[in-house]
């Protein structure tokens, strides 16, 4: 086996090979982070490891996005594995064919959920808890995902009810992964 190949192949972190979002290539660690075979993964669409087509849309289009303006993009995210259990996970990616972002990309993959459980949110209720994560404001979600700062307010309230978080520094806290 060649060095690259066996780096690839051994490497200690998810990577993944995507042409148009669909896995060409993927490594052992990635295998076993989603729970199954090497082999199971090529030519699967990523869609297939969101919780729902509306998250595999969303992130799409906010990584197309960064994309065409940066050669790399990353985020903290639900994924979910073959056996239908869901975790947070960390994708970061960087394309390779900089003029169609999605034609050929790589990507790497670590699962988060020792220090990051899966609490059970609507796919609105992630992109609130990711923003409130990254310290925006509830004026700076609204305008974001084009919602109303009282909107952005009872999204935060359910999140706060969820993560059994007393205000918003646990809540930021609990969503971060860090303890508490």
Avoid: C
């Avoid at 060649?2 to 690839?8: S, V």
């Avoid at 995210?77 to 960087?94: E, P, S, V």
């Amino acid at each position: 086996m060649d060095p690259q190949t066996l780096a690839f192949t051994h490497a200690p972190i998810g990577l993944v090979l995507l042409e148009h979002r669909v896995i060409r290539a993927a490594n052992q660690r990635f295998a076993e982070m989603f729970r199954g075979p090497v082999g199971a993964f090529e030519g699967m669409q990523m869609a297939r490891l969101y919780p729902s087509v509306e998250d595999y849309q969303r992130i799409g289009e906010r990584g197309l996005a960064v994309l065409r303006e940066s050669p790399s993009y990353d985020d903290e995210r639900i994924m979910q594995r073959l056996d239908g259990q869901q975790f947070w996970a960390r994708g970061r990616g960087r394309s390779l064919t900089p003029d169609d972002p999605f034609a050929r990309s790589v990507w790497s993959f670590s699962d988060l959920s020792e220090a990051r459980p899966v609490v059970h949110l609507t796919p609105r209720e992630r992109e609130v808890a990711m923003m409130t994560g990254k310290g925006l404001t509830s004026k700076e979600i609204g305008r974001a995902l084009d919602l109303s700062y009282r909107t952005v307010e009872q999204h935060r309230a359910r999140l706060l009810q969820k993560f059994e978080a007393r205000n918003l520094a646990e809540l930021v806290a609990r969503v971060s992964g860090m303890p508490f």
